[in-house]
């Protein structure tokens, strides 16, 4: 029976940090999370929950910080859940990546003689994101566009985001502006009334393109013209000005029904030399510089000339698909979203690449279908969501007795699970490649290489 005490505080060092970028500490042997605390910090912490495994402590003062701190260069970072460990040095931020990566592959994997790479960083890790989606609401009686605050639905009002494109900055200002010029109502998500609930924008970083989308609680969206104005005389390179309508009391941020006020419905960006078509609603990888060394990795692991049957498993809109279908003989990809696949055929027709073949549906269904019907691949690619692949994906690979797997992760627990799975089924793991995509946050992405025994 641990002696722990709630209410109580406690003086702690923070040993390591968790999925969720909170501080990991040791009280009594009890293991306590603590929000805003880094690896290295000695601090004095107030238990505020108790739970059966483990307990949640708030940060009272901090004795000595860790010498790894840094000053975030945003001033809302704290406040605001985006970035967890903007506090911390960014190749220390590297190291944790690369060590949770080691760690999983040791503890939950069991393997050995893999070569596990440093994470890759980016050399500037800030305004990377092409994405950025801002609500909007009141704070202290005045407009509010921001983020939503740690944990809650309270908006962090901000002038600026520095891991967004610049351009988002411009969007906030001129929205703002327009607002009060305009007596243009927020929305107030208690009482479901008020006209604009979220600013989302999007940011061709190799075109420049920009589309900026404003999504409405009703169809009415007084001086539209001015507004269409003031954004095209300040924003070079807008494409795309879209009103999405809203009207459910709903965290879900996009309605059904999108009217295209300027411009075109969708805008273009490329990775690498293949274009991708990108309207409001469809999903493309958010961190453009780093996605292109993912992809890269990918396909130098794939070791493809010319003659390969491929599969792309959880293919999204098709970009590792197609980026793979450059190299071999056939490709085919499998995702569940039924829009995703309608964009992965457009981008595949848009490039003139007709090596490729999407199905919709799950992989654990469409796979061991395909299989059975006597479709074999010498590569197969995986690139699945957080609870990482279903069994039967694993089993049909295993059956099907590719040359090698590419599994693309976003979770280097369950990426662990799943290796050690295909470890006892003859599939050994030769290397891993950590990419930071996601820098400021506690996101790990890799890229493995796995081969028949
Ligand atoms: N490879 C893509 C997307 C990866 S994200 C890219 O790099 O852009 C994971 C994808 O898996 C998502 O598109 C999600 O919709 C899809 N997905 C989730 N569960 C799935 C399942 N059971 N079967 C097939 N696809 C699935």
Redesign the pocket.
């Known amino acids: 029976m641990s002696v722990i005490k709630l209410n109580e505080i406690y003086e702690v060092k923070i040993e390591d940090i968790n999925h969720k970028g909170q501080g990991v500490a040791k009280i009594e042997g009890f293991t306590v999370f603590i929000d805003g605390g880094l690896p290295g910090d000695k601090c004095k912490v107030k238990l505020v929950n108790i739970k059966k495994n483990y307990g949640v402590g708030e940060i009272v003062s901090i004795i000595e910080p860790s010498t790894k701190r840094v000053i975030p260069k945003c001033k809302i970072s704290y406040a605001c859940g985006g970035c967890q460990i903007q506090g911390l040095d960014y190749q220390e931020q590297l190291k944790i990546k690369t060590n949770k990566v080691k760690n999983d592959i040791k503890k939950i994997g069991h393997l050995e003689d893999v070569l596990i790479h440093d994470t890759l960083g980016m050399d500037n890790p800030y305004r990377y994101r092409n994405k950025a989606q801002f609500p909007v609401g009141r704070r202290n009686k005045k407009i509010a566009i921001g983020f939503y605050k740690r944990g809650s639905h309270e908006i962090v009002d901000t002038n600026s985001c520095i891991i967004q494109h610049e351009v988002n900055d411009k969007v906030i200002k001129l929205i703002k502006a327009y607002m009060k010029t305009y007596n243009i109502k927020p929305y107030d998500e208690k009482t479901g009334t008020g006209l604009i609930r979220h600013i989302l924008t999007k940011t061709a970083f190799k075109t420049g393109d920009v589309m900026v989308v404003i999504i409405t609680n009703g169809e009415k969206l007084p001086y539209k013209d001015k507004l269409i104005e003031i954004l095209k005389s300040n924003i070079t390179n807008l494409k795309s000005v879209i009103q999405n309508i809203n009207t459910k009391k709903t965290n879900v941020i996009l309605g059904d029904k999108t009217n295209v006020l300027f411009g075109t419905k969708k805008i273009i960006d490329y990775i690498g030399d293949l274009k991708f078509n990108i309207s409001a609603k469809s999903?493309f990888?958010v961190n453009p510089v780093q996605t292109e060394v993912l992809y890269n990795k990918a396909l130098e692991y794939a070791k493809l000339e010319g003659n390969e049957i491929v599969f792309d498993l959880?293919?999204?809109?098709g970009?590792?698909s197609l980026f793979l279908a450059q190299k071999a003989k056939k490709v085919y990809g499998?995702?569940?979203?039924k829009e995703?696949i309608v964009d992965a055929m457009e981008n595949a027709r848009i490039n003139g690449i007709e090596n490729v073949e999407f199905y919709e549906g799950?992989?654990?269904e469409i796979f061991p279908k395909l299989y059975n019907h006597g479709i074999k691949a010498d590569v197969v690619v995986v690139?699945?969501?957080r609870k990482g692949c279903?069994k039967k994906v694993l089993d049909t690979i295993v059956k099907m007795s590719p040359k090698r797997v590419v599994y693309v992760s976003c979770n280097p627990s369950t990426l662990a699970r799943d290796l050690k799975y295909l470890d006892e089924k003859g599939y050994k793991t030769i290397e891993i490649q950590p990419v930071d995509m996601f820098p400021h946050t506690m996101h790990i992405e890799t890229v493995v290489l796995i081969e028949k025994k």
Do not use: L, N, S
Not at 334 to 337: A, G, K, M, Q
């Open positions: 999903f990888q959880y293919c999204g809109i970009t590792i499998i995702e569940v979203v995703a799950t992989a654990e690139d699945p969501p279903d």
